[in-house]
C-alpha cells in the first residue's frame, strides 16, 4: 500500500517521544531549578519580602503607631495639667501680691 513509509516515522517517534520526554524533565530537574533557587536566594538578599512577611510587618507598624499615639495623647495631658498648675500658681501669686 502507499502507507508502508509511516511504519519507519512511528518507530523513531516511538523512540523519541520518552526520549524527548526524559531530556525535558532531567533540563528542569537539574537546569532550572538551580536557576530558580538561585533567583529566589537573590531577591530574598536584595530585600523582597514576601506578601506573609509584609502583612506582618505592617501590623506590627500600626501598632507601634497606635502605642506612639497613646503615648503622645498622655504627653498633651501631662502637658495641658501643668498649664494649669502653673496658671493657678501664677494668678495665686498675683493675688498674694496685691494683697
Do not use: C, N, W, Y
Amino acid at each position: 500500500m502507499g502507507l508502508d513509509f509511516l511504519v519507519p516515522i512511528f518507530g523513531i517517534l516511538l523512540v523519541m517521544i520518552p526520549v524527548l520526554g526524559l531530556t525535558t524533565v532531567l533540563t528542569l530537574r537539574f537546569g532550572l531549578k538551580p536557576f530558580m533557587e538561585s533567583i529566589a536566594q537573590h531577591l530574598q538578599g536584595s530585600g523582597f519580602v514576601a506578601p506573609a512577611e509584609l502583612e506582618r510587618q505592617v501590623e506590627e507598624l500600626t501598632s507601634e503607631l497606635a502605642r506612639v499615639r497613646t503615648d503622645l495623647a498622655r504627653l498633651e495631658e501631662g502637658r495641658a495639667f501643668e498649664r494649669k498648675l502653673l496658671d493657678a500658681r501664677e494668678t495665686s501669686g498675683s493675688v498674694e501680691r496685691d494683697g
